[in-house]
């Protein structure tokens, strides 16, 4: 029985970049290999089906008709071989990618989670939500994969961005003036707590606890209501607040920062998911 020539996944993964990308030089950058690499397998390609697949001139790169027969049966193969790689990894053999994730940040995620569940249906997706100590705790358990989370400066994320806070009062029922001064805060060890109370020992105001919420929308809608100044991530402010800030003897709070963190070795999934909060989320790559 004659044996048919066998596509390679690096040769349609070569295909693909130069059909996407409509140029060798930007295709050889995004599979990381040489130009001339990606040519040999190209070619290679053309010699096994007997036929051109691409017309190339000086200026671009155009699929013949029967490189985009081609084109449709690559992207399949290479998305099969993934899928394959991931169902029988070690890692996802349980089919459960483990994520934590900021409170404020569960639902705005959901849409981004959908999309990556319908691209790997074979995939669970346990996500936890919470605050700062309850995620990192679980980090250093060992039981997320991925984790989003809101920090102070300090251990090298995969990747963040800074989170700015403000200062809030009520603007009907303003508290800061009070003595002592009332603070909505979260339970102990939640983040900006320690951050406000320092403050204000600094600056010499007496301050009680009048509010504590694990939850960061209460906060919020406390602090609005006039049970207390509080520190929050700028997009938490509502519109019953009132920003304080040098003026007012409050300094600017800028040493948190929204961070990524990925268990490591990473695999593809994890890569894949990764890549897509960070361009969600706006971050930089360290």
Request: hydrophobic share 40%; charged share 20%; glycine share 6%.
């Amino acid at each position: 029985m004659n044996r048919q020539p066998m596509f390679t996944p690096q040769q349609l993964l070569s295909f693909v970049a130069v059909c996407e990308t409509a140029s060798f030089t930007r295709a050889a950058e995004r599979v990381h290999l040489s130009q001339s690499t990606v040519s040999q397998q190209v070619r290679r390609l053309e010699e096994m089906v007997g036929k051109a697949l691409l017309e190339r001139t000086s200026h671009q790169v155009v699929l013949t008709e029967e490189g985009e027969k081609l084109l449709g049966y690559a992207r399949r193969i290479i998305a099969l071989n993934g899928e394959a790689h991931d169902v029988l990894s070690d890692k996802w053999r349980d089919g459960v990618m483990r994520l934590g994730v900021p409170e404020d940040f569960a639902a705005p995620t959901a849409g981004l989670l959908a999309q990556f569940s319908r691209e790997h249906p074979q995939l669970r997706l346990d996500v936890m939500s919470g605050m700062y100590v309850d995620l990192h705790r679980a980090w250093q358990r060992e039981e997320l994969d991925i984790m989003l989370i809101k920090q102070p400066g300090g251990e090298r994320p995969l990747a963040s961005r800074l989170e700015p806070l403000l200062w809030l009062d009520s603007a009907e029922h303003p508290c800061f003036e009070q003595t002592p001064v009332p603070l909505v805060v979260f339970p102990q060890l939640g983040l900006y707590r320690e951050e406000m109370c320092q403050t204000l020992d600094t600056l010499g105001r007496s301050w009680r606890i009048s509010y504590s919420s694990a939850s960061l929308v209460a906060l919020a809608s406390a602090s609005a209501a006039g049970l207390g100044l509080t520190l929050l991530p700028a997009s938490c402010r509502l519109p019953g607040h009132r920003v304080l800030d040098e003026s007012d003897g409050l300094p600017p709070v800028n040493h948190f920062e929204l961070a990524l963190f990925c268990r490591l070795p990473q695999d593809a999934l994890q890569q894949s998911l990764a890549a897509a909060l960070v361009e969600f989320c706006h971050l930089t790559w360290q």
